[in-house]
């Protein structure tokens, strides 16, 4: 079974911090992994996917990088905003799995 | 682009009563599709996955004949929750996603608030 973890549950900085979210997981033998935004009482947001053979992606303020041997991706989140509030999920898609595992999420809040 | 529209976002309704969510893929085909289930501050719980013209194929514990699930085209899959009650209540969370191999992103829709007075 796939593990997937996301550690600290809940995070809080200020307003322009940056922001360092971390997820690990178990099974090297990833196809991809994806960063999801959950606002309350919403569905998920895909933030980006990272394929297997690619080591980051860049949209906009947001970077994530996968680390396929340490078992690692982070989400890098520059210059926070109040808005940028919310949990956030990774999920990967293992090759001997047919479904995405997630993670439990981390609670964001940027304070103003 | 691939957005999925769920449909209801909110339903309150009596012991007993089924209830139906759709979940749409709007520009985009599904050849499959996902439902999840969360419940407050926990993460998703996948409870099934569907093909296009398959049956759905249900992970462990998740009762088939309480959950109906029905993916007839490639641009639309419902859940039925037959008979509902109370312990039902919970945040039901469609996602649809094109090809069966790992390269695809998933996405996910807004979600339905169901709640089993």
């Known amino acids: 079974k796939q593990e997937v973890t996301q550690i600290p549950a809940a995070l809080s900085v200020p307003e322009g911090e940056n922001l360092v979210l971390n997820c690990s997981f178990t099974?090297?033998?990833?196809?991809?992994l994806q960063w999801f935004r959950q606002d309350p009482g919403k569905g998920l947001t895909s933030l980006l996917l990272?394929?297997?053979?690619?080591r980051e992606q860049t949209s906009g303020r947001l970077n994530a990088s996968l680390d396929k041997s340490s078992g690692r991706s982070t989400l890098y989140i520059a210059a926070s905003q109040p808005g940028d509030s919310a949990t956030y999920l990774c999920?990967?898609?293992?090759?001997?799995?047919?479904?995405?595992?997630f993670g439990a999420g981390t609670t964001v809040t940027v304070r103003a | 682009g691939a957005v999925v529209s769920q449909h209801p976002s909110r339903v309150i309704c009596k012991s007993g009563t089924s209830v139906k969510i759709e979940c749409r893929s709007l520009?985009?085909?599904?050849?499959?599709m996902f439902w999840y289930r969360q419940f407050p501050k926990k993460s998703l719980m996948l409870m099934a996955t569907?093909?296009?013209?398959?049956?759905?194929?249900?992970e462990q514990g998740v009762e088939k004949d309480k959950f109906l699930i029905n993916h007839a085209s490639l641009t639309l899959s419902t859940l039925t929750v037959t008979s509902a009650h109370p312990e039902d209540s919970s945040f039901y969370i469609c996602?649809?996603?094109?090809?069966?191999?790992?390269?695809?992103?998933?996405?996910f829709g807004d979600g339905t608030r169901l709640s089993i007075l």
């Open positions: 996602s649809a996603r094109t090809g069966t191999g790992g390269s695809q992103p998933q996405h």
């Open positions: 099974d090297s033998a990833i196809y991809n």
């Open positions: 990272i394929q297997s053979s690619q």
């Open positions: 999920a990967g898609w293992f090759s001997n799995d047919y479904k995405l595992s």
């Open positions: 520009d985009f085909q599904a050849t499959t």
């Open positions: 569907s093909n296009e013209g398959s049956k759905a194929t249900y």
